[in-house]
């Protein structure tokens, strides 16, 4: 599970993922959390706000959005919130870093993991597009979640896809539909590409 993570450098994502636009005045938020507006990369490379918590385009109640923060990729092509995201609109979730919470003997501790350069990288997420019943658009998001990396696993069971820099335009290529080629993205990142501190 990936419930909360930041992004500390938001005016760096132009910079960083070329997106064709700049959205101006973003704060950095060391807490981003579930329901909130964060920035996102889609297809077509624009960067936009949408809110955290995938609804399906075809969902009936908007509230199934706080169940889908994250996606997991183990069967995301299976599943009907996901599969059809999958082949036509995933995005990238720009972040600085990502929690998660260990259960010990005294409570639970809160660690930060992060890149060791402390730089941006990228959520591999899908997003969809709701129509409510007056006809608003709201745009939401889901990070793709996969099995923890030896970095990850002695405070979590799961970790956020974090794509290879290399590998993030082919996730964003809009002509590309071939889901078991899109399924080989989705796996932790290598244990030393990141590092974890007691937050």
Known sequence: MCGRYALLNPNKIFDRFGTVNQL????????????????????????????WGLIPSWAKDPAVG???????????????????????????????????????????????????????????????????????????FTIITTAPNEIVAPVHDRMPVILQQADEAAWLDKDEDDVPYLLSFLKPLPADELVAQVA
Request: charged share 25%; hydrophobic share 35%; glycine share 6%.
């Open 66 to 140: 706080q169940k889908m923060i994250n996606a997991r990729a183990e069967g995301i092509d299976q599943k009907p919130s996901f599969r059809k995201p999958l082949r036509v609109s995933r995005c990238i979730i720009p972040a600085t870093g990502f929690y998660e919470w260990q259960a010990t003997a005294h409570g639970k501790v809160k660690y930060l993991f992060t890149r060791p350069d402390d730089e941006m990288f990228g959520f591999a997420g899908l997003c969809d597009t709701w129509i409510d019943p007056n006809g608003e658009r709201r745009e939401t």
């Open 24 to 51: 101006q005045q973003l704060m950095a938020n060391a807490d981003m959390r579930p329901t909130q507006l964060a920035p996102v990369v889609t297809m077509d490379r624009q960067a936009t706000l949408m809110r």
